[in-house]
């Protein structure tokens, strides 16, 4: 039971590259969801997923999409990224409303 | 949104309790409070949560105010290991499902 793993751990992009952020939870969890986290802040939520099919858009969305065609993956994708979005990703996953959220170890990302 | 207000930091000696303090003025009913520390270099960890009810279990308890405008965290015996940034969260399950973090209590344990 590998809990939430996140891939890549570490990442160096140019500004203006692509690239997508893959999280998997072997929970068999319904609800995912996507934070960053900047030096000395807390976490902000930027996408979520109820359930496989299913997203929405959390406090900071803008310059990031993503998917959940399959109910143990969720997708974050940047399709041209950014120096603003230098910042450490975590995926987590929960059961249901209100529940325990299971964080992966996260993705450090930079972006030149 | 529903905000929580925490110390930024507290220290405490090794062994002694910890009483961790969230403020949380514009809670709603269905509002449940969480707890998560998060260790250098890694990934928020899940400590407790609670809707009106004190809680308790292996790694702490939560003391809810009867008006459910504050809460406590409290570690009973912390060691060297409980050092670490501690979130008072609010989970906002109404409308737009929302984990709303506070700013962090960074908790430092002298031995």
Not at chain 1, 25 to 43: F, K, S, T, V
Not at chain 1, 45 to 59: C, D, F, N, Q, R
Not at chain 1, 82 to 99: E, L
Request: charged share 15%.
């Amino acid at each position: 039971n590998a809990g939430v793993t996140q891939t890549p751990k570490f990442r160096v992009l140019k500004t203006g590259q692509s690239m997508t952020l893959l999280c998997a939870q072997d929970m068999n969890h319904e609800y995912m969801y996507w934070y960053r986290q900047d030096p000395g802040m807390g976490l902000r939520l930027i996408h979520y997923s109820v359930g496989e099919g299913t997203t929405a858009k959390g406090e900071v969305p803008d310059g990031y999409n993503v998917s959940r065609l399959k109910k143990q993956n969720f997708l974050l994708g940047l399709e041209s990224a950014a120096p603003s979005q230098t910042s450490v990703y975590f995926c987590a996953s929960s059961y249901g409303r209100g529940g325990t959220q299971y964080f992966g170890p996260g993705t450090r990302l930079l972006v030149l | 949104d529903a905000k929580t207000t925490q110390p930024n930091s507290m220290e405490s000696n090794e062994e002694e309790p910890v009483h961790l303090p969230c403020n949380h003025s514009t809670i709603s009913g269905t509002d449940y409070i969480h707890w998560y520390r998060q260790l250098p270099s890694q990934g928020p960890e899940y400590v407790i949560h609670g809707l009106t009810s004190n809680v308790n279990n292996r790694m702490a308890s939560l003391a809810i105010a009867e008006d459910r405008k504050s809460s406590t965290l409290i570690l009973h015996r912390a060691t060297l290991r409980d050092a670490a940034v501690y979130y008072c969260i609010l989970f906002i399950i109404q409308g737009a499902q929302k984990l709303v973090f506070g700013q962090g209590t960074r908790l430092t344990i002298n031995p």
